[in-house]
C-alpha cells in the first residue's frame, strides 16, 4: 500500500525536514518488506489565501483516486501506536493500493473534507505547528512498520 501525506504548506529546509527525511527514510526501508510505502509527500499552497474550503480543493487533487484518506484533527479520534498499526495492516490487508494521510492549514481541515475522511486521527487536543505534526506523522508511520514487523523499537 502506497504512502501520500498531503499537506497544505511547503516545507522549509531545518530540523523539522530533516527529522521527516530520516523517518520516512526509515519507513520506506522498514516497510517496504510488509507492503507499505512508499510515502511519497505532496505539499499544496493555496497562494490565493481561500482558507480551508479552498485548501480542501486543492488537498483533494493531491489524493490519489480511490485512495483511503486518513485526516489528521484536533476533533478525531486519538489512539495507541499498536492501533495506528493495526489500522493500517487492516487497510492493506483489505486490498487498499493507496493511503492518503491529509494535513490542513494553519486553520485546519474543512468540514466537508473532515466528514469524507475514512477515519479522523487526533494527536490530542492541543494544537500543534503542521511542520512538527509532519515530524510526529511520520515518526509514527516508522513506528507503525517496526510493530508490524515485530522489531524492538515500539516497546509498551
Excluded: N
Excluded at 492493506?92 to 473534507?113: N, Q, S, Y
Amino acid at each position: 500500500m502506497r504512502i501520500h501525506l498531503c499537506a497544505v504548506g511547503r516545507p522549509r529546509a531545518g530540523p523539522e525536514q530533516a527529522l521527516i527525511d530520516d523517518y520516512l527514510a526509515r519507513f520506506g526501508r522498514t516497510g517496504r518488506a510488509l507492503g507499505l510505502g512508499p510515502c511519497v509527500v505532496h505539499a499544496v499552497e493555496d497562494r490565493k489565501g481561500g482558507g480551508p474550503a479552498a485548501e480542501a480543493a486543492l488537498l483533494a487533487r493531491a489524493v490519489p483516486a480511490g485512495a483511503v484518506i486518513l485526516a489528521l484533527d484536533e476533533r478525531g479520534r486519538m489512539m495507541g501506536s499498536p492501533e495506528f498499526a493495526g489500522l493500517m495492516a487492516g487497510w492493506r490487508d483489505a486490498g487498499r493500493a493507496d493511503l492518503a494521510l491529509v494535513i490542513g492549514g494553519a486553520d485546519g481541515l474543512d468540514a466537508e473534507l473532515r466528514a469524507g475522511a475514512d477515519a479522523v486521527l487526533s494527536f490530542g487536543p492541543m494544537v500543534w505547528p503542521h511542520m512538527l505534526v509532519r515530524v510526529m506523522l511520520a515518526e509514527q508511520l516508522y513506528r507503525a512498520a517496526t510493530i508490524l514487523a515485530g522489531t524492538p523499537y515500539h516497546r509498551v
